[in-house]
């Protein structure tokens, strides 16, 4: 039939939701045969009004440009498909990111070339996986200490008024990142919210109903002050069987950030997250742990100590020497932190068997002895296990200087 187009000006759409595209002979709809006549409009990953109001939450990605918040638990589409393994992401510290339009996501920055960047989204999804990140940029966008206490309570400030919600960032209408809260009884989903309460909301909503199995892993990776939102936010999914969230079998922790003894409430952030994380692996998670900076060094190991949790959790010591100081500053040791991302992110489409791991013998006439692999995103999940109740870690002593994995060598030490 000979039917007009859509006016999208006097019928505009009615927002986010399911359409159908019916046709009418008269006042009587005409059916179809074959062919596909509904779409949804999601809530995409970047929109023209991303940065000037609150966006947060869990998107699915069905290629690395193309992000859609999660639409519930029954979405079955190229986004999110719940037959498939799950692999979320979940970012760190963001300070002034919105005032610059940008949040992180699974296309990562080349260290050495701006102009370059990598897609890792592609990697995990030609192998099968649902693509996801949990997005809280912008209550992670203020000073270190207060983006870290979003993720245990509502941090405040000398004159707000009491009972506000969580302090975030958002452009002004001069263009300009500022801070905003809800005052009470305004604040909607975040009303008396934490970072983690909102996470867990979220995995509840798109995630009810998901089983993890031996053939569809649940994976969390965690970056940075990140981790701590993947500690805490998972150890309350593991005390609250009824909420009907799946724990992760897997979590991955890519240099551990926290800050002790600065805390305005006093709180022992080290401490709370050493507990997380031992109820986790008690609870059989797999927990693997990266470092690829001297952060502990860089703040002091009284403020940022972390061993306890590298001593429950199989470790691993990558070194990014490829990324040379023009002069030593914060500049290279952000992007060497940030380096630690896209290595393990990476090292998904390698075999383990890339990773080649020897010991070191003093005493013997060939010092070198090969004793398998080392650690990475390709490592099992049984095998990962086995070196947590282990005695040995890896530090990489070959490849440092070049970003290519293909050269990579650890050694297992004691």
Known sequence: INAPFRNVVAYPFQGEGDYRI???????????????????????????????????????????????????????????????????????????????????????????????????????KRQGYNVGMFNWNQFADGELLTSQANIYYIATESGLPAGHSMIYARLDSNGKSGRHIFATGTGGAIEGKTVCDLFAAELSRCMQGYVPGPNKEFRMIGHSLGTQVVGRTCDAIRNNPGWGIPLP????????????????????????????????????????????????????????????????????RWRPDYIKPLSVGLHVFAKSHNEMVRWYMQSFDYYESQFKAFTYLPLSPI????????????????????????????????????????????????
């Open 22 to 124: 019916v046709a009418f002979q008269g006042s009587t709809e005409i059916g179809i045969s074959s062919g596909v006549n509904t779409f949804t409009v999601g809530h995409a990953w970047n929109l023209p009004d991303t940065f000037t109001k609150l966006d947060y939450g869990l998107y699915w990605f069905k290629d690395v440009k193309n992000g859609m918040r999660g639409r519930g638990s029954l979405q079955h589409d190229e986004y999110f498909d719940p037959s498939k393994p799950t692999v979320i992401y979940v970012h760190g510290w963001q300070q002034d990111e919105v005032g610059r339009r940008r949040r992180e996501s699974w296309l990562r920055q080349d260290p050495l070339n701006d102009a370059i960047t990598h897609d890792m989204c592609k990697i995990w």
């Open 249 to 316: 079998t897997r979590i991955s922790l890519l240099e551990i950030a926290q800050i002790n003894g600065l805390d305005p409430t006093g709180l022992n952030i080290p401490e709370l997250q050493r507990g997380y994380i031992s109820g986790l692996a008690g609870a059989q998670v797999a927990i693997d742990c990266y470092q690829s900076t001297d952060l502990q060094s860089l703040l002091g190991v009284n403020l940022a100590w972390v061993g306890p949790i590298h001593d429950m959790s199989a470790y691993c």
């Open 367 to 414: 010092p070198y002895e090969s004793v398998g692999y080392s650690l990475s995103a390709t490592t099992t999940n049984t095998r990962g296990r086995t070196l947590m109740s282990g005695n040995y870690w890896y530090e990489q002593t070959v490849g440092k200087d070049t970003s290519t994995m293909l050269d990579d060598v650890f050694e297992r030490k004691n």
